[in-house]
Structure formats: structure tokens, C-alpha cells
């Protein structure tokens, strides 16, 4: 099966290469950009036999920091 | 005393720690690689060094925070040994859930890699007994991923029981209230981005590094 794993930062977490993007995409002249947050996009490819726990064991102990981050697991 | 440096693949600053440990100890430290299961006994101190282990591959420090020999680590730790991290080193010991908090991307974006004036918040801890209450010392600071991030109940909590070790005097890397170093609750794990290692000797331009070692070679007798 095929999964993808959205890191993202929590609200509240400054994120100074979001705000480099949001400068940046102002200084091309886009107007009304007012945000942007950068986070990761994680493809696994899993085995059937894998179960929900251990995907989720698999978001905390490892692919997101959940001081600062949070995830979201999405079926393909 | 006898002390380990853990090595990763792609850490940069194990023999400048090895220099400094040996230059204050006059012992050589074990270098141990981070696929070992077990420490050396009788160690003193171990240090986690500076580098891009692993790259710094999905988070700084995080893929090294899950190597072997961090288990080991902990587990010394949590027995109440030394545990010292340096840079890379630091961000080793949050991914391992040995210190609170996160280091993000400085504030700025730019790799920072200079000297910075830093603040003896607490002068009673193993790493800091040799230093006195608020004195500012000159470090170098080299890093990408400096930014210290926690929440402000656990920024509370870190200030009120004194375990912010050191504190940038100067804007740095956008760290919440400028904390450069912390101690665990035991106060027997720090780590910090600064590298008090590149400042042992007259050569260094300075040798504000070198007391750091030096206390912790007095307590260990």
C-alpha cells in the first residue's frame, strides 16, 4: 500500500522559510499572498500486513518531531 | 577522566572534541562509532559532537537521535552520567527526547559561523561550575539550524529552574529568549550550539572554552 505522510508545522511555530516564500512570491508582484508554511510531503510504500498503529508509531518516533511539527496520513 | 565522543556519518567536530577532551583530560577519549550497542565503562563524560550527521536528512540530528548508540546513551544518562552536545550534538539530544525544545532554521535563514558573546546563566552545573553567575564569555557559533524552539510552558519552566546554562548576548539565530545552551531536569545533560571546543587554546583566539572541561574534569575527581 501506498501512503503519503504530511509533516507540517504547528500553529504558532514560526517558520522563516514560509516567510522567505511569502517575501519572495510579493517581490514577483503576486498580490495578496499572506502566508506561507513550508512542510514535508513523505511517500511510503508499505507492506498490507503494516497496521494503523504502526504507521502512526512510525509518524512519532521518527517522521514528524512532534514538538514542532504535526502529520497527517493520507491513503493513496 | 575517561571520556567517550560518539562519531556519526557526516559529524565534523569529533576530533576537535577529541583535541579539546584530551588537551583537558591528558587522556585520549574512545571514539565510538554510532553503531555500537554499548559505551566503554568508567566513562566520565560523553560527548556528542558537532557535524551534519546523516546529512541532517529529514530534521538536523533527527536520523542519529535513532542510531544504536543513542540507546546506550540515554540509558547512561538516565544513570546520571555526563552527557555533553555540541551543535549537531544538541540537536542529537532533543530528537532523543534527552533535552526539551526543537532547533529550526535561524531566524535569518543564513548559516550563522562567528563568534558570539555568551551569558553564564547558571554557574552551579557540572559544565558551568567554573565560571561565575553572568559572566560573558566569546565562543564561535557555526550553524544553519540554531533557532531554539519550545513551548513557553517549557521556556517557563527551563528559566525557572535554572537550567538555561548559557544565553547569546547579541541576536543570533532568532532563539527563544536568546537561549544558546540547556541542561536536562537532572542537570546532568547538556547540550548547546556554541563550540566551547574550538576555544581551548591561546591559538584558538581564546580559551573561554576550555573551563567548561575543566569543571568537568574537577567534579569527575
Not at chain 1, 511569502?22 to 500486513?49: N, P, W, Y
Not at chain 2, 571520556?3 to 565510538?32: H, Q, W, Y
Not at chain 2, 540554531?146 to 513551548?151: E, K, L, P, T, W
Not at chain 2, 573561554?208 to 568537568?216: A, I, M, S, V, Y
Request: net charge negative; aromatic share 6%.
Amino acid at each position: 500500500m501506498k501512503l503519503r505522510i504530511h509533516v507540517t508545522l504547528k500553529p504558532g511555530v514560526l517558520d522563516p522559510q514560509g516567510k522567505a516564500i511569502e517575501h519572495a512570491l510579493s517581490g514577483l508582484g503576486f498580490a495578496g499572498v499572506e502566508g506561507a508554511r513550508v512542510g514535508k510531503l513523505i511517500e511510503l510504500d508499505l507492506a498490507d500486513t503494516v497496521d494503523d498503529a504502526q504507521i502512526d508509531a512510525m509518524c512519532r518516533q521518527l517522521l514528524a518531531n512532534t514538538v514542532i511539527e504535526n502529520y497527517r496520513i493520507e491513503r493513496a | 577522566m575517561k571520556t567517550a565522543v560518539v562519531v556519526f556519518p557526516g559529524s565534523n567536530c569529533d576530533r576537535d572534541l577529541a583535541v579539546a577532551l584530551e588537551g583537558v583530560t591528558g587522556t585520549k577519549p574512545i571514539m565510538v562509532w554510532h553503531r555500537e550497542t554499548e559505551l566503554p565503562v568508567g566513562l566520565g563524560l560523553i560527548a556528542v559532537p558537532g557535524g551534519f550527521s546523516y546529512g541532517d536528512y529529514l530534521r538536523s540530528g533527527a536520523l542519529a537521535a535513532r542510531s544504536p548508540i543513542m540507546r546506550a546513551v540515554a540509558d547512561k544518562a538516565a544513570g546520571g552520567m555526563p552527557v555533553f552536545g555540541v551543535c549537531n550534538g544538541f540537536q542529537v539530544l532533543t530528537e532523543a527526547g534527552l533535552l526539551p525544545g526543537a532547533l529550526m532554521r535561524n531566524a535569518g535563514l543564513d548559516f550563522v559561523c562567528r563568534d558570539v558573546a555568551l551569558t553564564v546563566d547558571n554557574s552551579q552545573s557540572a559544565f558551568t561550575s567554573r565560571y561565575a553567575a553572568g559572566e560573558t564569555i566569546k565562543v564561535p557559533v557555526a550553524h544553519h539550524d540554531g533557532n531554539y524552539v519550545a513551548d513557553q510552558e517549557t521556556l517557563d519552566r527551563l528559566e525557572g529552574e535554572g537550567r538555561v546554562a548559557f544565553r547569546y548576548g547579541e541576536e543570533v539565530n532568532g532563539s527563544a529568549r536568546r537561549i544558546a545552551g540547556i541542561l536536562n531536569d537532572a542537570g546532568n545533560v547538556l547540550g548547546m550550539m556554541p563550540h566551547p571546543e574550538r576555544r581551548i587554546e591561546g591559538a584558538h583566539g581564546g580559551t573561554d572554552g576550555r573551563r567548561l572541561f575543566e569543571g568537568l574534569l574537577e567534579i569527575a575527581g
